[in-house]
């Protein structure tokens, strides 16, 4: 697609629910990213595909969160029996090549989850 | 490991006037890349402007400009003839040049622009 899309865009859960946050990238990019963004605070990394192998998941900040990226193209991040502190937007990047290089990172607008 | 500090949660500017973000880093490595993200209130983080560290050449984008202070690991923007549609979150942002790191972010700047 023309962008990177992510849904649904908003998520109101109810705590120990489990969550599913699907990011589509943009087509033929090779590297994915997922970065959690708190209130007020900048992005932090969460973890970090090229094409369907996980790189780098030491982001998670905890194993009830779990993601995957199958076919090497539409991403999924799962976190399990959700606390509050899950609250937070889930922003999904995609890049063309990997890690070297500037490859610019265009991310997608984001899942605010809301746990409640 | 590298962290990015923003010492500004929030700034304003007059239409049409020049403000400048602050951003310092830290960081052992000698070749990186620097950026300025700009996120509005619809969340998409949309990149302004980026600067590879081994060139010396502060980078310009229209009226978007940086000021790279290598030895003393600053990254300031600066944003000429503010429009009422600059207002949003501005984000500093590093990465290495080698190794598979991803991008580190600072807190961010709030900034409002006023008619």
């Known amino acids: 697609g023309a962008g990177v899309s992510q849904s649904p865009r908003y998520k109101v859960a109810k705590r120990g629910q489990d969550v599913a946050l699907r990011c589509d990238p943009i087509?033929?990019?090779?590297?994915l990213f997922w970065y959690q963004q708190a209130l007020g605070q900048g992005p932090e990394f969460l973890t970090y595909?090229?094409?369907?192998?996980?790189?780098?998941k030491s982001g998670l900040p905890s194993d009830r969160f779990f993601a995957e990226r199958p076919e090497g193209s539409v991403s999924t991040l799962k976190i399990q029996r959700t606390q509050q502190e899950d609250s937070a937007v889930y922003l999904c990047?995609?890049?063309?090549?990997?890690?070297?290089?500037?490859?610019?990172?265009?991310f997608g607008a984001g899942s605010r989850l809301t746990v409640l | 490991a590298q962290t990015v500090t923003q010492s500004q949660p929030e700034m304003s500017v007059q239409e049409a006037e020049t403000v400048t973000l602050s951003c310092t880093y830290d960081?052992?490595?000698?070749?990186?890349?620097l950026f300025w993200y700009k996120q509005p209130p619809s969340r998409q983080m949309i990149l302004v402007i980026r600067?590879?560290?081994?060139?010396?050449q502060n980078a310009t984008e229209n009226r978007f400009s940086v000021n790279f202070q290598k030895a003393a690991k600053s990254f300031s923007l600066k944003i000429s003839d503010s429009q009422l549609g600059d207002a949003a979150m501005y984000f500093c942002?590093?990465?290495?040049?080698?190794?598979?790191?991803?991008?580190?972010f600072g807190k961010g700047t709030r900034l409002s622009v006023i008619a």
């Open positions: 990047a995609s890049s063309l090549t990997g890690l070297t290089g500037a490859n610019v990172l265009t």
């Open positions: 087509s033929g990019h090779v590297s």
């Open positions: 942002a590093y990465r290495t040049k080698s190794g598979n790191t991803p991008l580190v």
């Open positions: 595909f090229q094409n369907e192998a996980q790189l780098d």
């Open positions: 600067q590879e560290a081994y060139k010396q």
């Open positions: 960081t052992s490595e000698s070749d990186y890349y």
